[in-house]
């Protein structure tokens, strides 16, 4: 039988038909990945229990369980801790980091049957937009291998898009899902603030951060986003999620005027613009709307980021966890131990967000940019309470990009994350959907179209990504 492509509900159906078992399905992908890894660098460890865990999920279905993950086969980004496996974050601080605790969506995945078939690389501590930070080497681009997959989730999005796992998580601090989700022309989701638990993530910036699907279709989002949302004691900004609302049967949505169009590739411009038409077409009624502030979410976003970045890697001392590097005396100890396990991104980061926060300049930086977020809060409100249902943009500026390309000028990277930061900002969820192609060295390089809602409405993305879904 053909199982190349399949989404979550596909392979759903064809375990309930009994048409294949978890254990085929795992075997197929496991043979992809035998296949493709080598070239892709996309998993940085293939799990010898995953076909333990897939003989255990067909026994649960045997015995007549039933659940739209039970027996899927799943892939993990690094940072996210499954108990007795590494996650290194793709660190060599962490190189042989043993988790020895659940993340609770692991949890969640684990309580419906889900088969992680390994963890996935990404940019170091979730830095970076190319996977080009990672401490294991660059993840190539499935659709050009001669380009990234994006980042920091790139090998999350690079399994999905190569068929080597149906689906994968992945975290979002700054569009770390969306955009590699883009880049490789699959659906990524950044939902709610406080609608996932980060029990179990290693941190990057902890009033940004959220775990997010990485999928082949805006369904199978659905699918894990349903079961991994929720209250969790162990994270307290996690909230009750608020089910049962009505979704207005003609939505009003909004583009920020002026933000879209400046050093915008032309054919994201085309295919933006495609997609508005075909929503229109739809019923949806689009308008441009001021909403003054955005454009000063990513230089906000690179203060506050790295000010709290700065805080969360303090606790890697080489004295508690992973590296450790032996000096004269205690300082020595941190100070080489850090030298060592940290690379060139981590150390920026570490070193500006230790600047920002500094006596003297926390009022110019920190507090400034706190409060600059506070007036991007307020225009998205203000969209939101004027009938719009949702905002939309790209999700990038461009298409997956050549390895090596921007690496040597950090600028440039960051502004991989012009559109995806304002969601993080201000905590509301996105989703980013594959909306056509751009030709390059005669490749189609898959480009996304991006939608906000308002704070805990992910039904609304998933209802506008159904429409958009190219
Ligand atoms: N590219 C962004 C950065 O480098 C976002 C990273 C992320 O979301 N983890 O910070």
Same mark, same amino acid.
């Not at 989700?181 to 941190?203: N, W």
């Not at 089910?243 to 009003?252: A, E, H, N, S, V």
């Given at each position: 039988?053909?199982l190349n492509n399949l989404t979550i509900k596909r392979a759903?159906?064809?375990?309930?038909?009994?048409?294949?078992?978890?254990?085929?399905?795992?075997?197929y992908y &496991?043979k992809n990945i035998?296949e493709k890894n080598r070239g892709l660098n996309a998993y940085l460890?293939v799990?010898?229990? #995953?076909?333990?865990?897939?003989?255990?999920?067909?026994?649960?279905?045997? $015995?007549?369980?039933?659940?739209?993950? $039970?027996?899927i086969p799943l892939a993990i980004k690094?940072?996210?801790?499954?108990?007795?496996?590494?996650?290194?974050?793709?660190?060599?601080?962490?190189?042989? @980091?043993?988790?020895?605790?659940? +993340?609770?969506?692991?949890?969640?995945?684990?309580?419906?049957? +889900?088969?992680?078939l390994g963890r996935t690389n990404m940019d170091?501590?979730?830095?970076?937009s190319s996977t080009e930070?990672s401490?294991?080497?660059v993840t190539r681009n499935p659709v050009d291998t001669d380009r990234v997959p994006g980042g920091s989730s790139g090998g999350s999005a690079a399994v999905v898009s190569g068929d080597m796992a149906v689906a994968s998580l992945g975290?979002d601090?700054?569009g770390s899902v969306r955009q590699p989700a883009s880049l490789c022309g699959i659906v990524g989701l *950044? %939902?709610?603030?406080? #609608?996932?638990?980060?029990?179990?993530?290693?941190?990057?910036?902890?009033? &940004?951060?959220?775990?997010g699907p990485l999928t082949k279709s805006v369904d199978d989002a659905?699918?894990i986003?349903?079961?991994? !949302?929720?209250?969790?004691?162990?994270?307290?900004?996690?909230?009750?999620?608020?089910?049962?609302?009505?979704?207005?049967?003609?939505?009003?949505? +909004?583009?920020? *005027?002026?933000?879209?169009? *400046?050093?915008?590739?032309?054919?994201?411009?085309?295919?933006?613009?495609?997609?508005? *038409?075909?929503?229109?077409?739809?019923? /949806?009624?689009?308008?441009?709307?001021?909403?003054?502030?955005?454009? =000063?979410?990513?230089?906000?976003? =690179?203060?506050?980021? %790295?000010?709290?970045?700065?805080?969360?890697?303090? !606790?890697?001392?080489?004295?508690? =966890?992973? $590296?450790?590097?032996?000096?004269?005396?205690?300082?020595?100890?941190?100070?080489?131990?850090?030298?060592?396990?940290?690379?060139?991104?981590?150390?920026?980061?570490?070193?500006?967000?230790?600047?920002?926060?500094?006596?003297?300049? /926390?009022?110019?930086? @920190?507090?400034?940019?706190?409060?600059?977020?506070?007036?991007?809060?307020?225009?998205?409100?203000?969209?939101?309470?004027?009938?719009?249902? +949702?905002?939309?943009?790209?999700t990038a500026?461009g298409p997956a990009f050549k390895i090596?390309?921007?690496?040597?000028?950090?600028?440039?990277?960051? $502004?991989?994350?012009?559109?995806?930061?304002?969601?993080?900002?201000?905590?509301? %969820?996105?989703i980013s959907v594959p909306m056509g192609f751009a030709e390059r060295?005669?490749k189609k390089l898959p480009l996304g179209f991006?939608?906000?809602?308002?704070?805990?409405?992910?039904?609304?993305?998933?209802?506008?990504g159904?429409?958009?879904e190219f």
């Amino acid at each position: 039988m053909e199982l190349n492509n399949l989404t979550i509900k596909r392979a759903d159906e064809l375990l309930r038909e009994r048409q294949v078992s978890a254990v085929d399905l795992t075997e197929y992908y &496991l043979k992809n990945i035998s296949e493709k890894n080598r070239g892709l660098n996309a998993y940085l460890e293939v799990f010898e229990d #995953a076909k333990l865990s897939a003989v255990e999920a067909d026994s649960r279905r045997a $015995l007549g369980e039933d659940g739209p993950l $039970l027996g899927i086969p799943l892939a993990i980004k690094d940072n996210i801790l499954i108990e007795g496996h590494i996650a290194s974050a793709g660190s060599k601080i962490l190189q042989n @980091y043993k988790a020895v605790y659940d +993340a609770t969506v692991i949890t969640k995945l684990k309580g419906a049957g +889900a088969v992680f078939l390994g963890r996935t690389n990404m940019d170091e501590f979730a830095h970076g937009s190319s996977t080009e930070n990672s401490a294991y080497g660059v993840t190539r681009n499935p659709v050009d291998t001669d380009r990234v997959p994006g980042g920091s989730s790139g090998g999350s999005a690079a399994v999905v898009s190569g068929d080597m796992a149906v689906a994968s998580l992945g975290s979002d601090t700054g569009g770390s899902v969306r955009q590699p989700a883009s880049l490789c022309g699959i659906v990524g989701l *950044k %939902p709610t603030y406080g #609608a996932v638990s980060r029990h179990g993530l290693i941190a990057m910036g902890s009033s &940004l951060d959220q775990i997010g699907p990485l999928t082949k279709s805006v369904d199978d989002a659905e699918i894990i986003f349903n079961i991994i !949302r929720g209250m969790d004691p162990m994270d307290s900004t996690t909230r009750e999620y608020p089910l049962g609302r009505d979704i207005p049967g003609k939505m009003k949505l +909004a583009i920020p *005027k002026g933000f879209v169009g *400046k050093g915008v590739a032309p054919e994201v411009l085309e295919n933006f613009n495609a997609t508005v *038409k075909r929503l229109q077409l739809k019923g /949806y009624q689009i308008d441009e709307v001021e909403l003054s502030n955005i454009k =000063y979410a990513l230089p906000c976003y =690179y203060v506050i980021m %790295p000010a709290e970045v700065s805080t969360n890697l303090a !606790r890697f001392d080489g004295v508690r =966890y992973g $590296l450790h590097v032996d000096g004269a005396n205690l300082m020595e100890d941190y100070s080489k131990s850090r030298a060592h396990g940290f690379g060139a991104e981590p150390r920026r980061r570490i070193m500006l967000g230790a600047y920002v926060l500094s006596a003297g300049y /926390y009022d110019a930086y @920190y507090k400034k940019a706190q409060e600059v977020i506070g007036l991007i809060k307020r225009d998205f409100s203000k969209v939101f309470s004027d009938g719009y249902s +949702a905002i939309i943009t790209p999700t990038a500026a461009g298409p997956a990009f050549k390895i090596g390309e921007k690496f040597s000028d950090p600028i440039s990277m960051y $502004l991989e994350d012009v559109f995806t930061v304002s969601a993080n900002v201000t905590g509301v %969820p996105a989703i980013s959907v594959p909306m056509g192609f751009a030709e390059r060295d005669g490749k189609k390089l898959p480009l996304g179209f991006q939608i906000m809602a308002p704070h805990f409405r992910e039904d609304i993305l998933f209802k506008i990504g159904r429409d958009a879904e190219f």
